[in-house]
C-alpha cells in the first residue's frame, strides 16, 4: 500500500471514530460541564501525523452534528492546533495530551459564552471545559496512547501466520 493511501487511510478512520465517539456520547460532548470522549484521540499524533487531519475532520464532523457554526469554526480550530502541537511534542508522551486540554481551555469557553449565550463566567467555563478535557485527554487520552503503545509490536495480521500453516 503507498505511504499516500495510508495517510488518507488512517485519516478516514480516526476521523470516523471520532465522530461515532461523539454520537454515542453526545449527552456528555456538549455544554458548559462536557467530557468529550472523543478528544481522547488527540494523542493519535503521537503515532502518526495522519491523526492530525483525523481528528481535525472528525471535530468538524462532530461539531456539524452537535454545535453550531462558532463551535464548527473554533471548536475545530482548537483541535488542529492541539493535534499539531501533540505532534510536536510527542518524543515525550506525558507531554502529548497537554495541547488539547489548554487549546480547549482557553478556545471553548468563549465559543459557549457567546455562541450558546451560557450565562457562567468565562473563568467557570474555563475550569469547567479544563476538567473535562483533563478526564477526556489527560486520563482517557494517556490510557489509549499507552494501551497503543504496548500493542505496537504486536503482529495484528494473524490470518496471515494462519494462512502459512
Not at 18 to 38: C, H, T
Not at 134 to 159: D, E, F, H, Q, Y
Amino acid at each position: 500500500m503507498s505511504k499516500k493511501v495510508m495517510f488518507l487511510t488512517q485519516a478516514a478512520v480516526i476521523a470516523a471514530i471520532y465522530v461515532v465517539l461523539i454520537i454515542v456520547f453526545e449527552p456528555i460532548s456538549f455544554g458548559e460541564i462536557q467530557v468529550r470522549v472523543a478528544e481522547a484521540l488527540t494523542v493519535l499524533p503521537f503515532f502518526t501525523p495522519a491523526a492530525i487531519p483525523g481528528v481535525t475532520i472528525g471535530c468538524l464532523i462532530g461539531n456539524m452534528i452537535g454545535g453550531s457554526i462558532m463551535d464548527m469554526i473554533f471548536g475545530t480550530l482548537a483541535t488542529l492546533i492541539a493535534a499539531v502541537a501533540s505532534y510536536a511534542l510527542r518524543k515525550n508522551r506525558y507531554l502529548v495530551p497537554i495541547p488539547p486540554i489548554v487549546s480547549n481551555m482557553l478556545i471553548i469557553p468563549w465559543v459557549l459564552k457567546y455562541a450558546y449565550e451560557l450565562p457562567f463566567s468565562i473563568p467557570f467555563l474555563m475550569l469547567s471545559v479544563g476538567i473535562g478535557e483533563v478526564i477526556s485527554c489527560g486520563v482517557l487520552g494517556l490510557a489509549l496512547l499507552t494501551a497503543l503503545k504496548a500493542c505496537r509490536g504486536i503482529n495484528w495480521t494473524p490470518w496471515k501466520a494462519n494462512a502459512a500453516r
